[in-house]
T-cell receptor
């Protein structure tokens, strides 16, 4: 079945540092890929998504490109802020059952 | 629109008690699902539904029951609570049963503690 693997955290960065959170997937066919963000004490919100190979999703300065050749969907941001501190989840969706499969989440802590 | 709502926000149960976690959406979404979130394990799918009257099991269904009598509501029932069910539970919905690229919208979560 489909699965998602993302880098373990926590990731601790200083404000304005460059962020990369790695995510790779396994799937039959070509799933849609998502990054969700969970701020402290809240539910999950969609951050960005890509539905086919070579698509780039972007939102709030974050970007991720759907790479079929490396089965990856790494999340990047050029300059993080303290307000970006949250847990980030990579996810895939597709196949016959259309289930959304999550990675384990990566905690990002940004220090001033 | 209220989006996806969940009640209660927090609940304490004793082992063996039963309870129902409520989930409702007002977006006319066909697809609804329940997840549990545990430290280091991400979100795991418990049950899902592709429309009224249709439900199916996810990754971790044991100890949980669901039903979908209306499009709007998708309650999750714990028949006999166990400490292993201590977790944060999220309900989610999306528009159609077949749209793989569609966004799932999440509720605010229910924090459950089983003693």
């Amino acid at each position: 079945g489909n699965s998602v693997t993302q880098m373990e955290g926590p990731v601790t960065l200083s404000e304005e540092a460059f962020l990369t959170i790695n995510c790779t997937y396994t799937a039959t066919g070509y799933p849609s890929l998502f990054w969700y963000v969970q701020y402290p004490g809240e539910g999950l919100q969609l951050l960005l998504k890509a539905t086919k190979a070579d698509d780039k999703g972007s939102n709030k300065g974050f970007e991720a490109t759907y790479r079929k050749e490396t089965t990856s969907f790494h999340l990047e941001k050029g300059s993080v802020q303290v307000s970006d501190s949250a847990v980030y989840f990579c996810a895939s969706r597709g196949g016959a059952t259309n289930k959304l499969i999550f990675g384990t989440g990566t905690l990002l802590a940004v220090q001033p | 629109n209220a989006g996806v709502t969940q009640t209660p926000k927090f609940q304490v149960l004793k082992t063996g008690q039963s309870m129902t976690l409520q989930c409702a959406q007002d977006m006319n979404h066909e697809y609804m699902s329940w997840y549990r979130q545990d430290p280091g394990m991400g979100l795991r799918l418990i049950h899902y539904s592709v429309g009224a009257g249709i439900t199916d099991q996810g990754e971790v269904p044991n100890g949980y029951n669901v039903s979908r009598s209306t499009t709007e509501d998708f309650p999750l029932r714990l028949l006999s609570a166990a400490p292993s069910q201590t977790s944060v539970y999220f309900c989610a919905s999306s528009y159609s049963r077949t749209g793989g690229g569609e966004t799932q919208y999440f509720g605010p979560g229910t924090r459950l503690l089983v003693l």
